[in-house]
Structure formats: structure tokens, C-alpha cells
Nanobody
């Protein structure tokens, strides 16, 4: 059974930091690109950051660059998102995503966690 379990969401003051974690199970974690998305109320889900299967070449949305850091540990089947200098606009539900496996003649799977809420407010 595939599971992506997020944790770490909380209420934090502007300028604060949070670390989100996602623990994966039920699939070969190292075969999947891992990403964090977020959804603001009334808006479409948007990409926050993604990281390749080996952990190199992380990609960030413009809104995340310089403030957020994505990382993964393939030995522990985890992906993390460290968020610094948080602003109220970062308030959203954050979702872990696994996409893969990648390769010719392979139809990739697209797995999602249940989300963890982040609220940035004073």
C-alpha cells in the first residue's frame, strides 16, 4: 500500500521557520521524483519545490527561491522541506508528491499525501 505521510505543519509567526517531512512507503522511493506542492484556499495547487531521484538539481518556484530548501534521504524514504523567512502568503496546505518511475515505455505513477497545514500569522 502506497503511503505518503506529511508532518511538521504548524502555526508560525512571520519571519519564522518550519521543517516539513514526508515519509514514503509502498513503492521504490529512489525511483521517484519527489516534490512539495501547496494549495491556498480557493486556488489551484502549485509547485513549491522538487528534487530528482538522486537528490541533485532541486527546482524551486520563484516564490520559494532563497527561502526554502528541499532535500531527500533515499535510505530513510523521506523528503523534507525547510522553510525560512516565512510570510503570511506561505499559508497553505502543503502536499508531498511522488512521480515515477521514469523511463522509456513506462507509465509513471503520481502519488499524493494528505497534506499538512501551515499558517503564518502573528
Amino acid at each position: 500500500q502506497v503511503q505518503l505521510v506529511e508532518s511538521g505543519g504548524d502555526l508560525v509567526q512571520p519571519g519564522g521557520s518550519l521543517r516539513l517531512s514526508c515519509v514514503a512507503s509502498g513503492f521504490i522511493f529512489s525511483d521517484y521524483v519527489m516534490s512539495w506542492y501547496r494549495k491556498h484556499p480557493g486556488k489551484e495547487r502549485e509547485l513549491v519545490a522538487s528534487i530528482t531521484r538522486t537528490g541533485g538539481r532541486p527546482h524551486y518556484a520563484d516564490s520559494s527561491k532563497g527561502r526554502f530548501t528541499i532535500s531527500r534521504d533515499n535510505a530513510k524514504n523521506t523528503v523534507s522541506l525547510v522553510m525560512n523567512s516565512l510570510i503570511p502568503e506561505d499559508t497553505a496546505v502543503y502536499y508531498c508528491n511522488a512521480f515515477g518511475p521514469l523511463g522509456p515505455e513506462v507509465s509513471p505513477n503520481d502519488y499524493w499525501g494528505q497534506g499538512t497545514p501551515v499558517t503564518v500569522s502573528s
